[in-house]
């Protein structure tokens, strides 16, 4: 340090007196230099702001911690201020550290001198970053908040929803100091995937109208169903882009996007309105600032087009009043004409619904007498076929009892299953199906169902919809009316079979309150028989009614019909004149999308099991649960049994080997069959689970459906159908 000569040298301080003080400001950097820039002293608090430490730095000039680019002119220009003025520098500006990070900084040089002389130089810096930061945030925010101050000032004048949206598109630019921004409004096309360019900002609108608008992709997902923002540094290397074809991503010409920013536009009603996308060519352009400022816009936006559709709406209100008042007027002259047609519409829709009470509380009869004759035809069944599968060959008279015993109680077996498929407590299989393929299939069947005085004739329609059904009941539907259409027509005449595409409307709906509107497909069996009056229509669908001699019919075949397509979801009608033949009508739902085509299988066969694999057979009712033991150990398993949940799971806890529960779903003891599976399986997750059931309303089937992954045996089963069965569940890989 320098000496004034004057002063009294006393009162001098000592350089390590000096250097404790300059050491003492941590945060302020304070350098000297000799009068080229070299460096002579470094403090501690130039080693904490700019890493390097002094034994670095002495004699090695101050110019590095300046900009790469400007170094040594700026030490030159510092100095030569220092000298002339009194002080270099001052402004702020960014410096280097030694790493070679860059921070915001304010520093002067000021000259040392001895005398007249200048001897060298000091230089104070101080790092500015923090405050640097605070201040650029403060004033983002307040651009932000003077962006969307006149944008809300603008909407909240701003009646037409185009011009709204266009206000609310450029100040979305200007917020998000993006290059170009874009409206599109949430419509879909009639193909389901596309949106509606509403307006654009930062581009001419050529710039979007030869390409095609965006896609419901991964990418545009998010925003069109209101899931949240999504912000890209680099939307090219986002994962979710550029997975649709054919483009992979932005077609050729398209706006230079890297920088991505998307908004949902949500009304206070949860309507997904829109959204507002933002592109910059440059990554990294937008940051979480951004994610706040267009958040409030987007809420405004979705206040301000509430409000105009409101406001539109209130316009068409009063225009639907106005033509209203007129209407009443018109309605005044023709009101007891309009009484009298109503009066009769209510009086067929009370019908119907009475009808279709009556039809359900029939069906809830049904299907739980059918429930407790399964059990009864499961044990039934299981000894017939247990018997005759051990008489001697040289017993005929008894293996013809047998037989006729056996054909009795599968008989009785076919009659329970059409009380569930009236009753809709049948479970059911269905499948993405190709009615034409099926019903071309059928057509040699019917053909040799029916005698030969009959002629049959399929008329496929053209570009005929899937459908999701069983295709074993649907085939025995049609099987059904086949043969009622056979019957009808002692003396001959023509069968017809035809496949089309239907639109169920509003105003069929009307009058038929239990269906539901839109696209089926249609499956009509046309005979040229004696045809029904309108009573016999009105309870042609009852179980057990037949307009057959006795012995000829047991009535059930129209109600499992009806009861297999209501629990398909669909709808059937029946159009019928006395004299001149009846059609039969069977809506089924359409499918949306492919679905694989059902394939064949083969007949199963009756595998045998090992002596080690061992089978929990779980069943309350004793009869039942004695047959499926036998039979399980006949085909060579280890069986343990249990007849209610609590005892399954004991066995459980206990057995030091089970593959395969093997339980009914109905249970006392409180546990249905499902919920002792879903402990079972947290006890041994490799357990294979089985379940078996004579109705189908319970834990496993819903609507009617098996529920996905379920394996399920529906009473009464055969020997060699529980064998399969079992089998296949045994040797099906692991979930």
Do not use: C
Not at 388 to 404: D, G, I, M, T, V
Not at 697 to 723: M, W
């Amino acid at each position: 340090m320098t000496r004034d000569s004057h002063a009294d040298p006393a009162a001098e301080i000592a350089a390590w007196q000096w250097r404790q003080i300059v050491n003492g400001a941590t945060d302020t950097a304070i350098i000297t230099t000799d009068v080229r820039g070299a460096v002579t002293s470094w403090n501690t608090g130039a080693v904490n702001i700019l890493g390097w430490d002094e034994a670095e730095m002495l004699g090695k000039s101050i110019s590095r911690i300046f900009a790469a680019e400007e170094q040594q002119a700026q030490l030159a220009r510092e100095i030569e201020d220092a000298i002339s003025v009194g002080k270099g520098g001052g402004e702020e500006g960014w410096r280097l550290r030694k790493d070679g990070s860059r921070f915001w900084a304010v520093g002067e040089l000021s000259p040392i001198r001895d005398g007249a002389n200048v001897v060298g130089f000091i230089k104070i810096l101080r790092d500015r970053t923090a405050q640097r930061d605070a201040e650029e945030i403060i004033k983002e925010e307040r651009h932000a908040l003077e962006v969307l101050n006149r944008a809300g000032s603008e909407l909240a004048l701003e009646t037409d929803l185009h011009k709204l949206v266009q206000i609310v598109t450029d100040a979305g630019v200007e917020l998000s100091r993006a290059e170009f921004g874009a409206f599109f409004y949430n419509l879909v096309n009639d193909a389901g995937e596309s949106y509606t360019l509403y307006t654009l900002s930062g581009a001419p609108i050529e710039a979007f109208s030869k390409f095609p608008m965006p896609r419901n992709t991964e990418v545009f997902s998010p925003t069109f169903n209101g899931e949240g923002i999504v912000r890209s540094d680099d939307i090219t290397k986002d994962p979710r882009y550029g997975k649709n074809a054919p483009r992979k991503g932005m077609p050729e010409g398209h706006l230079p996007v890297r920088s991505y920013l998307a908004v949902p536009v949500v009304s206070r009603t949860g309507e997904v309105l829109g959204g507002l996308f933002f592109g910059h060519a440059k990554t990294g352009v937008f940051t979480e600032r951004s994610e706040r400022g267009l958040a409030g816009l987007a809420a405004e936006a979705a206040v301000a087009i509430d409000n105009v559709r409101l406001s539109q709406a209130m316009q068409r209100e009063i225009g639907e009043r106005k033509r209203a008042q007129e209407a009443l007027v018109e309605l005044n002259a023709t009101l007891e004409k309009q009484v009298v047609e109503r009066t009769e519409q209510l009086r067929k829709n009370e019908e119907a619904l009475r009808q279709s009470q009556k039809m359900e509380a029939v069906g809830q009869l049904t299907g739980g007498v059918a429930h407790d004759f399964n059990n009864l035809l499961q044990v039934i069944i299981g000894n017939l076929d247990t018997i005759k599968r051990n008489l001697p060959e040289e017993s005929a008279r008894l293996q013809r009892a047998a037989k006729h015993a056996m054909n009795g109680a599968q008989r009785a077996a076919t009659l329970t299953q059409r009380l569930l498929a009236f009753s809709r407590r049948q479970p059911l299989d269905p499948k993405p199906l190709d009615v034409n393929v099926l019903v071309n299939g059928l057509s040699e069947m019917v053909h040799r169902t029916l005698s030969e005085t009959i002629s049959v004739e399929t008329v496929l329609g053209a570009g005929v919809w899937r459908v999701e059904v069983d295709p074993a009941e649907l085939e025995a539907a049609i099987i059904n009316l086949a043969v009622n259409g056979r019957d009808a027509m002692p003396n001959g005449g023509r069968l017809t079979i035809e496949t089309s595409n239907a639109h169920i409307d509003e105003a069929y709906v009307a009058a038929h309150s239990e269906v539901v509107p839109g696209q089926y497909v249609a499956i009509a069996v046309t005979d040229t028989g004696v045809g029904m009056d309108a009573k016999t229509v009105a309870q042609a669908f009852e179980p057990f009614f037949t307009t057959k001699a006795v012995g000829k019919g047991t009535g059930l075949g129209l109600s499992q019909v009806y009861g297999f397509v209501k629990q398909s979801g669909g709808h059937v009608k029946i159009y019928s004149e006395v004299g001149q033949g009846t059609t039969v009508k069977l809506y089924l739902p359409r499918i949306a999308g492919e679905g694989l085509t059902v394939e064949e299988s083969g007949l199963l066969p009756s595998p045998e099991g090992a002596q080690e694999e061992t089978i929990l057979v779980l069943e309350d009712d004793e009869d039942v649960r004695a047959y499926s033991v036998d039979t399980l150990r006949e085909l060579g398993y280890r069986v343990i049994e249990a007849h209610d949940g609590p005892a399954a799971l004991r066995l459980l806890e206990r057995e030091p080997r089970v593959d395969l529960l093997f339980t009914d779903v109905v249970l006392p003891g409180g546990l249905t069959g499902a919920q002792v599976a879903a402990q079972a399986k947290t006890v041994r997750p490799t357990l294979k689970v089985l379940f078996t059931t004579g109705y189908a309303r319970n834990a496993i089937i819903h609507h009617g459906r098996l529920d996905k992954g379920v394996q399920l045996i529906v009473k009464p089963f055969s020997f060699t159908e529980l064998a399969a069965k079992v089998r296949d569940v045994l040797d099906a890989k692991a979930d």
